[in-house]
Nanobody, 120 residues
Framework: QVQLVESGGGLVQAGGSLRLSCAAS????????MGWYRQAPGKQRALVAT???????NYADSLKGRFTISRDNTKNTVYLQMNSLKPKDTAVYLC??????????????WGRGTQVTVSS
């Protein structure tokens, strides 16, 4: 019904930057909140940032100032600009979207994730 495909992950040195993208497709009437979470090995999934359709943002406190979330509603795409990356940012980054379908069903959808590895 809804597919989320992340891209932009990879290997980067500490202090570097990456920009993640996540495009949503499917039987979508509207996408409400979109966001990014991350999961490091052996740890629980944790919030990175979310953004509403109107552009209101919410960040994990520890990431404010280094990460920026944005979205393009015309493309059903959310972005995550990550600057000054640190080895502890290494994780699988997962995209999520709260989407309403043409059937008026609303659900949370998740992508498969993209690996971000920061070397020291």
């Amino acid at each position: 019904q809804v597919q989320l495909v992340e891209s932009g992950g990879g290997l980067v040195q500490a202090g570097g930057s990456l920009r993640l993208s996540c495009a949503a497709s499917g039987n979508i009437l509207a996408i409400n909140t979109m966001g990014w979470y991350r999961q490091a090995p052996g740890k629980q999934r944790a919030l990175v940032a979310t953004i509403t359709r109107g552009g209101s943002t919410n960040y994990a406190d520890s990431l404010k100032g280094r990460f920026t979330i944005s979205r393009d509603n015309t493309k059903n795409t959310v972005y995550l600009q990550m600057n000054s990356l640190k080895p502890k940012d290494t994780a699988v980054y997962l995209c999520t979207a709260d989407a309403t379908l043409y059937t008026w069903e609303t659900n949370d959808y998740w992508g498969r994730g993209t690996q971000v590895t920061v070397s020291s």
